[in-house]
């Protein structure tokens, strides 16, 4: 089969997917009235699907930081920061993300998904051995084929499965790597990080916890899993991304270890990629004040997550383990998964669909995400949708 041919194939396999030119694998939003409503195909659409857990994205301060940095400096960076210069802006944020994690080293990076390919491919290589709950986002598992390392995939959340592993590797154990999530994104379910710490520690491990999708989600401060499990000291590396609660594009690495610093010489994806705009710069830098001093936006989101979680738990829906923002439906078969994701459209709703292989387990998915920008209204509507499938044929579909 030519490379041509190859693509021809996955062509036709989207094509099916998606039937009535309806995308669901990358709807165009033609216009947006807030963080959570917006026109697709004409409809006035809610968005349930956003990851845009704070709703920051129309906060004014952040908009007008940005306007204000775009006219100061410009549109972009047009380069790396190694080959151009850094901006103010840039070393700013990094301080402050420091001081917001109480450590003091930090690194940007353009988006998350270069931050875990930049941290992992520096801090490991040949011969070295990464220890990966197996649920980790795809740009770990890039970061990790980058490095060159030996990858071990240890269960979901099984502390007792790495302790195993790691036994295995004998001496080796203490220069291993292990990495885990805060929220874990596909089934929103934590990281069981207390008992992974208490394993690391006995080996001597070095431990990364990427918290995409606990930062300004989870803990008092919103520092994430690692502050709301207490064991913040323990944890050697933190990476996560500007590109959720904090509503913009772009990524970080924080950690108490000086060794940081050294990374931005030998990271490829912080060296051959441009640095963040300016304009996303200063959004993110006054996401991240917002995020330090209004503990009431957290309070809204977990007060929307317990609505809709418990919602379409009441209806036997089956989810993920624990409430959380991210709620995944789980919906069985493929062609099940779709005409209920078309149904809900219909209804002037967007969630993501989420097929294998992208899911855990080969799960088809309806992840919601929900934001603290959704009115109860928003989260009731979806609810509604979701129980009318319950008294139609897809019930049956779904029994
Ligand atoms: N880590 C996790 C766990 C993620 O879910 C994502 C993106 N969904 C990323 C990293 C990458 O973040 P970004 O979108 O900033 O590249």
Known sequence: MSLLDRLQAFTQQHATTDADSMAPLGAVIEHLYSATEGSIKG??????????????????QCINANHQATRTYGTGTTGSRL???????????????????????????????TANLGMISALVGKGDTIMLDEHCHASIYDGCKLSGADIIHFRHNNAADLDKRLNRLG???????????????????????????????????????????SLGVLGESGRGLSQESGVEQHVDFITGTFSKSLAGIGGFCVSQHPELEVIRYTSRPYIFTASPSP??????????????NNPSLREQLWDNANRLYNGLKSMSYELSPEVSPVIAVNVGERDDALSMWKKLFDRGIYVNLVMPPATPNRKCLLRCSVSAAHTHAQLDVVLDAFASFQSSELKEQLA
């Open 279 to 292: 304009g996303t710069i200063a959004s993110t830098r006054t996401a991240l004040g917002i995020i330090s």
């Open 171 to 213: 001496d080796k154990a203490s220069s291993a790597l292990v990495i885990v999530e805060g929220i874990y994104s596909m089934l929103g379910d934590r990281g069981n990080l207390k008992d992974i710490v208490d394993v690391k520690q006995k080996y001597d491990a070095l431990l990364l916890v990427d918290e995409a999708h």
């Open 83 to 113: 080959a151009n210069g850094s901006y103010a802006g840039h070393q700013e944020l990094e301080k402050e993300l420091a001081a917001f994690y109480g450590v003091n080293h930090s690194i940007v990076f353009s988006t998350g998904y």
């Open 43 to 60: 409809r006035r659409t809610i968005l349930v699907g956003t990851n845009n857990y704070l709703g920051l994205t129309f906060d004014n």
